[in-house]
């Protein structure tokens, strides 16, 4: 079983940044997807969530408006698109599957996204 990230780096702050989770070694389409984030001496945080579907979302308060969670069940991937980024935002960004049937997560080892001017 493999999650990787990719697509975090550097952005001024009012930008936008997209990234991508790829997994592998499991059925994709059977998990619900999240995004956590974590940033420098801090607790990790959730930040959106998708169904198994793609049909339902839900973000945390902080995020709201800002960002979009989405899902390609074909290509084995979720998304988290970030606009209007402050430098709150700058921390590691890791996605997790998750089975409510069996209770088994995966985590993948996370993106670095840094926000500031």
């Known amino acids: 079983v493999q999650l990787v990230e990719s697509g975090g780096g550097l952005v001024q702050p009012g930008g936008s940044l997209r990234v991508s989770c790829s997994g592998s070694g499991f059925t994709f389409s059977t998990y619900i997807m999240t995004w956590y984030r974590q940033a420098p001496g801090k607790e990790r945080e959730l930040v959106a969530t998708?169904?198994?579907?793609?049909?339902?979302?839900n973000y945390a308060d902080s995020v709201k408006g800002r960002f979009t969670i989405s899902r390609d069940n074909a290509k084995n991937t979720v998304n988290l698109q970030m606009n209007s980024l402050k430098p709150d935002d700058t921390a590691v960004y890791y996605c997790?599957?998750?089975?409510?049937?069996?209770?088994?997560?995966?985590w993948g080892k996370g993106t670095l996204v840094t926000v500031s001017s």
């Open positions: 998708i169904s198994e579907d793609g049909s339902n979302m």
């Open positions: 997790r599957a998750s089975s409510r049937v069996t209770g088994i997560g995966y």
